[in-house]
Structure formats: C-alpha cells, structure tokens
Nanobody
C-alpha cells in the first residue's frame, strides 16, 4: 500500500494550490485521512482530517482558507488551499488509516500509512 502526495509548488501570497493524496495497492477500504505539514526544525502539525463519511476537522489557522475533500471511489483526498500566506510554507504530508483485506478489527487500530511530503512555498 502506498500514499502519494502531489501538487506542491511555489506560489505568491494570496494565491492558491491544490494538493492530492492518492492511495494505491491492495486494501479493503480507507478510514480517516489527514493532512499534516512540517516546517524544518519544527514539529509536524495537523492541518485537518476527513472521515470516510466526510466529517472534516481543521486547524484554526487554516479555517476559511483551506478545504479538505475526498473521493472514496478514487481513493484520493484533496487539500484546496486559498489565500495562501508565507507562514503556510511547509512540507505537506498526508496519512490514512487503511484497512487490509479481511480486516475485522477496530478501524482506529488499522495500519497508518504516510505519504512522502510535497513542498509548498509561499512567497511574500
């Protein structure tokens, strides 16, 4: 199972970017998916997450600017980032709890997978 994050790049302050996170491989289903970000020298922080049913939580500083969505049929999660600020500059990571084939346990104990980060740079 792999998670692939993509869509990062360089953008001016006030601009927009859309990140994608796609899961591939052999699995039964995907439970909660999340976006994190990390600035070098700082701890990785949660940006927001989305349940399989579409319940979304956001970090306060991105509320109203970032939108998380997912397409369960395509095993993909998105992060639409609008009105970007220089302080949004970071490496963005996605993770997901992915249920292996035949999983019968509690979903919150399913394996947690991380994608490789994608760099977002916002210039002032």
């Amino acid at each position: 199972v792999q998670l692939q994050a993509s869509g990062g790049g360089l953008v001016q302050a006030g601009g927009s970017l859309r990140l994608s996170c796609e899961a591939s491989g052999d699995f039964f289903s995907i439970d909660v998916m999340a976006w994190y970000r990390q600035v070098p020298g700082q701890e990785r922080e949660l940006v927001g997450d989305i349940s399989k049913g579409g319940i979304i939580n956001y970090r306060d500083v991105v509320k109203g600017r970032f939108t998380i969505s997912r397409n369960n049929a395509q095993n993909t999660m998105y992060l639409q980032m609008n009105n970007l600020k220089p302080e949004d500059t970071a490496v963005y990571y996605c993770n997901a709890r992915i249920l292996p084939p035949g999983w019968h346990g509690t979903t919150r104990f399913a394996p947690l997978y991380w994608g490789r980060g994608t760099l977002v740079t916002v210039s002032s």
